[in-house]
């Protein structure tokens, strides 16, 4: 499905834990994948919530099929997917669609039956948008993070974000004339 925008989240979430599973299994999804760093786990942190246990858990007796794609190292990442139980695809480099499009693969669903859940327009939304997946920006689970995302990458989100809406009120009003 082309989307009108390659940085608009199909859908927005403060918490992963607020995915709204049942639609997404009424819309032909069974496939999940997570950005790590302050989507599942706080930015660097190897430390994940029991809370984020038992719902990765559940995700996967009700039958999603789930994997972490991450950007960062493998030593990072290894661990996460382990204490997970999931599959833990590392240095992605998102938004490249090739770590994506193989995660997808490697848990036997096409893009279109697949969503991507990360905190990053310009890495996980971008990377989901292009690859053809459903998309889901959700808030940051600690506001500590890399100083390149902090100062430069959220910044663009910001105005990436004041373009979209400008856009929407044009297309509101010529639709209101
Ligand atoms: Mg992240």
New binding site residues.
């Given amino acids: 499905m082309k989307k009108e925008s390659l940085f608009r989240a199909d859908l927005h979430i403060h918490h992963i834990r607020e995915l709204p599973l049942d639609l997404l299994w009424q819309q032909g999804i069974r496939g999940l994948l997570f ?5 599942v786990t706080a ?1 660097r942190s190897l430390e994940v919530a029991e809370e984020t246990r038992c719902f990765f858990a559940a995700l996967q007796q009700r039958g999603f099929r789930v994997a972490i794609v ?2 960062s190292d493998r030593a990072r990442v290894a661990p996460v997917g382990e204490l997970l139980d999931v599959l833990a695809l590392s240095g992605a480099g998102k938004p490249s669609v090739r770590t994506i499009l193989h995660a997808c693969d490697q848990l036997g669903l096409s893009p279109g039956q697949t969503a991507f859940v ?3 327009l310009l ?2 939304i971008l990377g989901a948008n292009r690859a053809g997946l459903t998309s889901i920006l959700t808030d ?1 689970v600690h506001p500590k ?1 890399f100083w390149g ?1 902090r100062y430069l990458s959220r910044w663009l989100e910001r105005l990436i974000h004041a373009l979209l809406l400008r856009k929407d009120k044009r297309t509101e009003a010529k639709s209101n004339s």
Wanted: charged share 30%; proline share 0%.
């Fill in positions: 950005d790590l760093d302050n989507t930015w991450s950007n990360g905190d990053q890495t996980d940051v993070e995302t």
